[in-house]
């Protein structure tokens, strides 16, 4: 569906039902130069087993129109706006890697709105390295092949993918080559400059779950585990063996996580 929020024309999934407003409601958050389609399996069972779902392309992403915001903070304000035009009830932000960092900041910000948080691939700092941010600021094909490479974890890189004919790192690749220019260098800018996690951790008080993957390259587990100590009564689910995008290489693994 689209709906209007801060004055421009915002692409939002709902998982393949209408969206309920008197239901629980759900929202998954993407990560740095991706869009809604990256949590297409999850989405799909929470709108199919009593949520209501939102699954929105943030800002200049996917269909989404207006330019890619360039702070966490931003993008954390966004969502709240995202709920009010959607009008839905506190909702349990669902979070991949930048969308981790972004459910993180709306629950410290804006607390009345958050219901739970389920972080994924997440980490008390996202530093980006210089060659990828560089790469990235200039467009270059070489910042798509870092991040897919880096990204995916072993089982990618032999083909493995638990959706039979799909090949998991071209799927990356070309939904990080359907970015208009400068986003995914205003995305990765906007998680090495962030540096609120530690102190906004402090602030959930609301049901918090970190899911992490043993072989994450991107976001550590070291790292997660060391967010989840800041937050009060926090768990940790680590998936064996998962690299970072573990909606495509651990899709069930993750789907049970999140149901717990």
């Not at 421009?8 to 998954?28: K, M, N, Q």
């Not at 993008?75 to 009830?89: N, P, T």
């Not at 600021?137 to 638990?162: C, K, R, Y």
């Amino acid at each position: 569906m689209q709906l209007s929020v801060d004055g421009h024309e915002a692409f939002v999934s709902t998982g393949g039902r209408s969206f309920d407003a008197t239901l629980p409601a759900v929202v998954f958050i993407h990560g740095a130069g991706f869009d809604h389609s990256a949590w297409a399996l999850q989405s799909r069972w929470f709108s199919h087993h009593g949520f209501a779902v939102l699954v929105p392309d943030l800002p200049g992403h996917g269909h989404s129109a207006g330019p890619a915001l360039k702070t966490i903070a931003e993008m954390a304000d966004w969502i709240v706006a995202l709920l009010e035009a959607a009008g839905a009830r506190p909702a349990h932000l669902i979070g991949h890697s930048m969308g981790s960092l972004i459910a993180l900041e709306t629950a410290a910000r804006h607390p009345a709105r958050v219901s739970a948080l389920s972080l994924v691939g997440t980490a008390a700092t996202m530093t980006v390295g210089p060659d990828l941010l560089k790469a990235a600021e200039a467009n270059d094909q070489t910042a798509i092949d870092m991040v897919s490479i880096w990204g995916l974890g072993h089982s990618a890189e032999l083909g493995g993918s638990p959706a039979p004919g799909l090949w998991m790192h071209g799927t990356a690749q070309a939904t990080l080559r359907r970015c208009p220019p400068g986003v995914l260098f205003s995305d990765l800018a906007a998680c090495n400059n962030y540096q609120d996690a530690l102190s906004s951790a402090g602030k959930i008080k609301v049901p918090t779950t970190l899911i992490l993957g043993e072989k994450d390259m991107m976001t550590p587990a070291k790292a997660g585990k060391t967010l989840a100590a800041a937050i009060p009564q926090a768990r940790t689910i680590v998936l064996e063996g998962a690299g970072h995008m573990m909606m495509a290489e651990r899709s069930d693994e993750l789907l049970a996580a999140l149901r717990a």
